[in-house]
């Protein structure tokens, strides 16, 4: 049996089946990312629910595996050399099970970057932005009277859309006819920002109709289905 002992957090949230990656994770466009990703790729794993409203993710056993006290992060019992590895950063780890499976990433070393570069895009620009925009418009930052924030977010989340409207112009997804993880980066995110964050009409996504339908592909995958309700709040 394999031994996770070395990981605090496992004392925490036991692990029923070392043998299988280990995901700690919450359903936030972060964390679904690595659910999604995993059910595509077929990979056995068991799923740890992380109740960020209770400040789980800042307790000293998850803070051991990620320092940044942010979902979602893995333990991978069978990385590198057959030994255990530690990961976080949900970017890095789409990369890791990418590159571990031969999945979702293509093999021409052109496409291989030209694919990271559009993950980078979205930890780098989606992510962030459309948060911020979700914290002005729907959450706490919408009692602030002075709205140039949100007004910048709201600009930027727009301008973001339109350059993701502008790559998708003839592509069926982010890559053309492959199906990467560079569309599994964008799915959560975008679905969640005229969804949960209710900023369809803030940001005119109607006016973007690649991207509407790409979205609508997307979420039509069964394995995004199934991602998206993983893991299951206890």
Not at 176 to 185: L, P, R, V
Request: proline share 8%.
């Amino acid at each position: 049996m394999t031994d996770l002992s070395a990981f605090p957090i496992v004392r925490r949230w036991p692990a029923k089946h070392p043998d299988r990656l280990q995901l700690y994770s919450a359903l936030t466009p972060n964390g679904v990312k690595v659910s999604i990703m995993l059910e595509e790729i077929g990979l056995p794993y068991e799923a740890h629910s992380i109740d960020i409203g209770k400040d789980e993710s800042w307790t000293p056993e998850f803070l051991s595996l990620n320092p940044n006290g942010k979902i979602p992060s893995i333990i991978d019992p069978n990385g590198p050399e057959g030994k255990p590895l530690g990961l976080f950063e949900s970017g890095a780890i789409l990369l890791y099970l990418a590159e571990k499976t031969g999945k979702l990433l293509p093999n021409d070393p052109s496409l291989r970057y030209e694919t990271i570069q559009w993950v980078f895009f979205q930890m780098a620009a989606i992510g962030p932005i459309f948060g911020q925009l979700g914290f002005f418009h729907k959450f706490a930052g919408r009692q602030i009277t002075d709205k140039r924030p949100l007004e910048r977010y709201r600009a930027e989340s727009r301008r973001l859309i339109g350059v993701l409207e502008g790559r998708l112009d003839g592509r069926e997804w982010v890559m053309g006819e492959d199906y990467t993880i560079a569309d599994i980066s964008m799915l959560g995110w975008v679905r969640n920002l005229i969804g949960f964050y209710e900023a369809r009409d803030l940001v005119g996504f109607d006016d973007f109709p690649n991207v509407a339908a790409w979205l609508e592909r997307g979420l039509a995958r069964p394995a995004v289905q199934r991602g998206l309700t993983i893991p299951a709040k206890p």
